[in-house]
């Protein structure tokens, strides 16, 4: 069986489409800074295992990306290294 959609019904399907998407990407960028800000890491050049924190939030905020924990799942897409 076939089912034909009449554009008003394709067009709220592509919108609802694209609000779960925001949706997902905005919850997995919460994640992710809190992630960053909480989970202790080991950085070669310091002697204790402290949180890395985020560039996106205030009261951590690091310069760059370079050590966070979850750089590579993060969906932040201007994310900042060092040369």
């Keep these: ?3 034909i959609l009449s554009a008003e ?3 709220a399907l592509i919108k609802i489409g694209r ?3 925001h949706t997902v990407k905005a919850d997995l960028q919460q994640a992710c800074t809190l992630a960053a800000i909480h989970t202790p ?3 070669s050049w310091k ?5 890395w924190g985020c560039i996106l939030d ?6 760059y990306c370079d050590c966070c924990p979850v750089k590579d799942i993060c969906p932040y897409d201007q994310k900042e ?3």
Aim: aromatic share 8%; net charge negative.
């Design 47 to 51: 002697d204790l295992m402290e949180p």
């Design 81 to 83: 290294y060092s040369q």
């Design 41 to 43: 890491i080991n950085v």
């Design 19 to 21: 609000n779960a998407k």
């Design 9 to 11: 019904e394709h067009d």
């Design 1 to 3: 069986m076939q089912y």
């Design 58 to 63: 205030e009261e951590s905020d690091p310069e």
